[in-house]
């Protein structure tokens, strides 16, 4: 077990690295963050920021150094930094771990081969599998193994002449090939897997996404006959992968069945509302499974929306008007959090901050979130899904 006040070192300056450290700091601990931004929001609170890129040796030597143990914030650090670094100290979730979930391919070549419903799909690796992709999986989505994130380097294509083009736009750089699915809901479950293979799942969510990214979150969710399965589901994949740390996995629902989307090495956007709403949330966890103490309480005591808010807002007043929203409307409505992530520049699409309204009754929560959406000039979440 690691006690406070050691500190711990932390891959990745974003704002999930920013409530990890906020957590880690209320349970005494220091953090070293590790990003080459030198403006970054987890880096601009940490004790120490290592504006560095991930691979520096002097960097990652001054981590090992200098940390008890270390985790990520991100998917796309290199997963032989993490290799390196596991020599000298504990590093969870591990690099096996973060190879799989920062690479479609290896994602879901892991789904298959251990026998999760996972999307129909095909590796295209170069030209001649892009030529020779399956009728069946048309129309389709072709995404890049690596380095997407909130729908960047996806393509929806209709035939194979849509999916060589759009395999060539993205430089031939290996992809997977999905079928695209008519979704009937999206659910998440972010769960703790300790070193004593103890599994804490947080309830699962259900997620609605606008162009590819997280729009609103809300629990309990409704179909909620799928979400014992969805939390099985996402503790044995964390079993089979020998995972330590918080986990997000992400379903579809389809005609009724679930699908496992992704999974991500770390904390997730659609388990934010345990900061508000749950007796631990999923920052304060990650803290536990990585020092060795005991996980906390995943219970949830109170109903919950969380909806993202985007650089797009900022941009309301038109492309040349950039203007920081009137909170002062937003923080009227009762029972609401805000949380900004100080971020200095908004652009659309760049995630700035979240809200979450809690209460008893979800229902009533989600109407709350709505009236705090339009007071600050946001409109209503689409109500199908693509
Ligand atoms: P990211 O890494 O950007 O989150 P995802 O693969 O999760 O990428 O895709 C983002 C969103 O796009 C999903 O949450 C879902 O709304 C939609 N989407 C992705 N793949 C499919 C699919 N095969 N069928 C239908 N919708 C999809
Ligand atoms: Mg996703």
Known sequence: MIQPPATLGLLGGG???????????????????????????????????????????VALGLLAQSCAAVTTEFENVPA????????????????????????????KGFL????????P??????????RKADADLFPGILKVARFGYDGKGQAWVKNRDEEQAAF?????????????????????????????????????????????????SSVPPAPACLTANAERMAADIAR???????????????????????????????????LD??????FEQQVRALCGLPLGDTRLHSA???????????????????????????????????????????????KMGHFTVVGDDAVDVREAAMAGRRAIGMSDPVAVLP
């Open 112 to 119: 298959k081969r251990n026998g999760f419903p996972h999307v």
């Open 240 to 274: 089979t992968m020998d995972y330590v740390g918080v986990m997000a996995v992400e379903f579809f629902v389809v005609s009724g069945r679930l699908y496992v989307n992704e999974m991500a090495p770390r904390p997730h956007n659609s388990g934010h509302f345990t």
């Open 168 to 216: 060539r736009q993205f430089g031939c750089e290996p992809c997977v090939l999905e079928k695209v699915l008519t979704l009937d809901h999206e659910v998440s479950v972010v769960l703790a897997r300790d070193e004593a293979g103890e599994v804490r799942c947080f309830p699962a969510a259900e997620n609605r996404h606008r162009h590819g990214v997280l729009d609103i």
């Open 304 to 350: 919950a929306t969380m909806v993202n808010l985007l650089g797009d807002l900022w941009y309301l007043g038109g492309p040349a008007r950039v203007r920081e929203p009137d909170w002062r409307t937003l923080l009227a409505v009762p029972n609401l959090k805000l949380h900004l992530y100080g971020k200095r520049h908004a652009k659309p699409g760049r």
């Open 15 to 57: 704002q999930l690295g920013r409530f990890f450290i906020k957590a880690a700091h209320e349970l005494g601990y220091r953090v070293t963050v590790l990003d080459p931004d030198l403006d970054s929001p987890a880096g601009r609170i940490a004790d120490t920021h290592l504006a560095r890129p991930y691979d520096d040796p």
């Open 80 to 107: 032989h930094a993490l290799h390196y670094l596991a020599t000298s100290v504990r590093v969870r979730p591990g690099a096996h771990a973060v190879a799989i979930c920062q690479d479609r391919s290896a994602e």
């Open 277 to 282: 709403a749950c007796v631990t949330d999923q």
């Open 121 to 130: 799909y095909a590796d295209v690796r170069n030209e001649e599998d892009a």
